[in-house]
């Protein structure tokens, strides 16, 4: 008999897991994909909205995309998820009942826990931001960009650089840049913890470059008009502030108590939650590693989902899965001016995690392009 799979959320994870469910499974098994949003885009489109090659409203694929490659996707919004009961309720349609579960619900942001931020500043992680913001530098005669990473951990360590060098490529193009300071205010000791000290400090090395100052330890407490306090006790002012807010488990997860701490607990190889059928990909879950944990990235989600998919189609088809999550990615570090770096990744390697920084090529830039691309088009065109 055929089974019925459910995917929340229809992201990177949601959408890789989708699409390797369709590939392996026979058309007697129901994927449905649920999701509030209509359409997807890529976080790192975000950064070219910034940089004003890309226009907000080209950069969306419409979700109903999925219908045609078999899946069907409903757009609804998730109440509740009953583990106990394997059912699944939705704000629309009711409830659905599941033999397997995918949780790719992605981080929830909470721009308001920082006092006087919302208003104030511009949330670099909300797409319907990132254009008035690059309206604001467009408009921008001198003065001080602040770039705040508001607390940890939060998704693509690399982008709160990568936007400070397209704000700095940006200012440079019109002219300005000498007058204008860009800061960059982090809560951790170094700019990539995840990434160890060596990668760090090549990424300071390559912001300091451009003039862009690096301030660790500085976490933000609260934001005033024209002022940052930070909770090591000292202020800062700014003209533009642009932030990226505290991430949480969404609303969903929380009250329907599958987070066992603040995101999600997986088995790091089958991506299985302690819940019978349910498994869990991507930004929702941590994944630690040593002190640290696996980033919440794209990439990471991808290859998560692909991994939960083959062990859900093993288990249909009574056989043991081999595809097991290898701890191992990259990522794209943009530098501005059609350039961009690679971040290699080997997070469970016995002898710790390697990770290793590829200076930035007009190659890279060119394969971070083509990394959208391609995947856009198999999961929804
Ligand atoms: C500026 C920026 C740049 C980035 N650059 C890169 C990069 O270069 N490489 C890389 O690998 N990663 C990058 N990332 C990170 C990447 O976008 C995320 O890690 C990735 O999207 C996580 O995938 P996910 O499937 O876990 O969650 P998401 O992609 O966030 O998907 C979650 C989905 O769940 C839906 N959802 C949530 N709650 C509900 C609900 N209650 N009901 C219905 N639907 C719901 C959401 O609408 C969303 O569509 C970047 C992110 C940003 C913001």
């Known amino acids: 008999m055929g089974k019925q799979i459910l995917i929340l959320g229809a992201g990177f994870g949601g959408l890789a897991a989708a699409t390797e469910l369709r590939k392996g499974l026979g058309q007697d098994h129901r994927i449905i994909v649920i999701d509030r949003k209509k359409s997807f885009m890529m976080g790192l489109v975000k950064l070219w909205i910034l940089e004003g090659s890309r226009q907000l409203e080209e950069s969306q694929t419409p979700l109903d995309g999925l ?69 604001m530098l467009l408009k921008l005669g001198r003065g001080r960009v602040a770039i705040a990473i508001m607390g940890m951990p939060y998704k693509c360590p690399p982008a709160p650089y990568e936007a400070s060098l397209i704000i700095d490529s940006v200012l440079s193009r019109r ?42 330890l500085h976490k933000l407490k609260s934001v005033a008009d024209g002022t940052l306090e930070f909770e090591n006790g000292s202020k800062a002012d700014y003209d533009l ?39 869990a990909i991507g930004d929702v879950t941590e994944i630690k590693v040593g002190a640290s944990a696996v980033p919440k990235a794209g990439i990471f989600a991808e290859e998560q989902g692909k991994v939960a998919a083959g062990q859900i189609i093993g288990e249909i088809g009574d056989r043991q899965a081999t595809t097991t999550f ?19 990744a080997d997070f469970f390697n016995p002898a710790g995690p390697q990770i290793r920084l590829e200076a930035p090529s007009e190659q890279n830039f060119q394969k971070k392009q083509d990394f959208e691309r391609t995947r856009v088009k198999e999961w929804l065109l």
Request: aromatic share 8%.
């Open 241 to 279: 502030l642009v932030g990226i807010p505290p991430h949480r488990t969404p609303e969903v997860v929380r009250s329907s108590r599958l987070a066992e701490g603040d995101w999600v607990a997986v088995d790091r190889n089958t991506m299985k939650t302690s819940f019978e059928s349910v498994f």
């Open 326 to 344: 290898a701890g191992q990615g990259y990522c794209f570090m943009e530098v501005g001016n059609g350039q961009a770096g690679l971040l290699a």
């Open 175 to 216: 002219g300005i840049r000498s007058s204008v300071e860009i800061d960059v205010y982090a809560p951790a000791p170094i700019a990539l913890p995840v990434a160890g000290p060596q990668v760090s400090a090549n990424v300071v090395e390559i912001i300091s470059q451009r003039g862009i100052r690096f301030h660790p």
């Open 67 to 135: 219908n045609a490659k078999g899946i069907e996707y409903l757009n609804d919004e998730i109440i509740m998820i009953d583990a106990t009961s394997k059912r699944v309720q939705a704000k629309d349609h009711g409830w659905f009942d599941y033999d397997y579960l995918v949780v790719a619900l992605g981080a929830e942001l909470v721009p308001d826990r920082i006092p006087g931020f919302v208003g104030r500043g511009y949330n670099l992680y909300d797409a319907q931001q990132v254009p008035k913001l690059r309206d």
